[in-house]
């Protein structure tokens, strides 16, 4: 049996949970009575990023608000969403769009390792990438390292992998 334990702390997107929640969005906007005869959508390009299109601001507001609800449904962080400012789009509507995050910033990475020495907790924390490798020798310790990082708010939605 190996001496140390480990776990990695990742921040990915299940993009199939995002599409489904795009696709029940674009139903529900078809079938309300507050959008008919409205041009509002919501696109996924590229499985990175979303764009929300409606006639004015104040629908836009009104499609943010069904596409997060649809996201926390299907239990897609809303942490994961880097908002756009809204703009103008072609015949008087306006486009606002949402970067999806994937991986764990560089700078993010340095917090969350400081974040655990800084608890002096007897593991080790190691950036890799876009993830965060924390390894020790006690899964006890290693448990205490997930609750701190659980506890905590990085900005992102994190999750734990690969836990041995």
Not at 82 to 102: H, M, N
Not at 131 to 143: A, C, E, M
């Given at each position: 049996?190996?001496?140390?334990?480990?776990?990695?702390?990742?921040s990915e997107?299940?993009?199939?949970?995002?599409r489904?929640?795009?696709?029940?969005?674009?139903?529900?906007?078809?079938?309300?009575?507050?959008f008919?005869?409205?041009?509002?959508?919501?696109?996924?390009?590229?499985?990175?990023?979303?764009?929300?299109?409606?006639?004015?601001?104040?629908?836009?507001q009104?499609?943010?608000?069904?596409?997060?609800?649809?996201?926390?449904?299907?239990?897609?962080?809303?942490?994961?969403?880097?908002?756009?400012k809204?703009?103008?789009?072609?015949?008087?509507?306006?486009r606002?769009?949402?970067?999806?995050?994937?991986?764990?910033p560089?700078?993010?990475?340095k917090?969350?390792?400081?974040?655990?020495?800084?608890?002096?907790?007897k593991?080790?924390?190691?950036?890799?990438?876009d993830?965060?490798?924390?390894?020790?020798?006690?899964?006890?310790?290693?448990?205490?390292?997930?609750?701190?990082?659980?506890?905590?708010?990085?900005?992102?939605p994190?999750?734990?992998?690969?836990?041995?």
């Amino acid at each position: 049996m190996a001496t140390d334990s480990s776990f990695d702390v990742v921040s990915e997107l299940d993009l199939q949970e995002v599409r489904n929640a795009v696709d029940q969005v674009m139903k529900e906007i078809g079938q309300r009575f507050d959008f008919k005869g409205s041009v509002s959508r919501v696109t996924l390009e590229d499985d990175e990023k979303l764009v929300l299109h409606s006639d004015d601001a104040g629908k836009l507001q009104s499609v943010i608000r069904v596409l997060e609800e649809r996201l926390v449904k299907r239990s897609i962080s809303l942490k994961a969403l880097d908002w756009g400012k809204v703009e103008p789009a072609a015949s008087a509507t306006v486009r606002q769009t949402a970067t999806l995050r994937q991986g764990i910033p560089a700078d993010k990475a340095k917090l969350i390792v400081k974040a655990i020495k800084d608890a002096k907790l007897k593991v080790q924390a190691s950036v890799q990438g876009d993830q965060v490798r924390v390894s020790g020798k006690k899964r006890d310790d290693l448990q205490e390292a997930i609750q701190l990082l659980k506890g905590g708010d990085f900005g992102l939605p994190l999750q734990f992998t690969n836990y041995r």
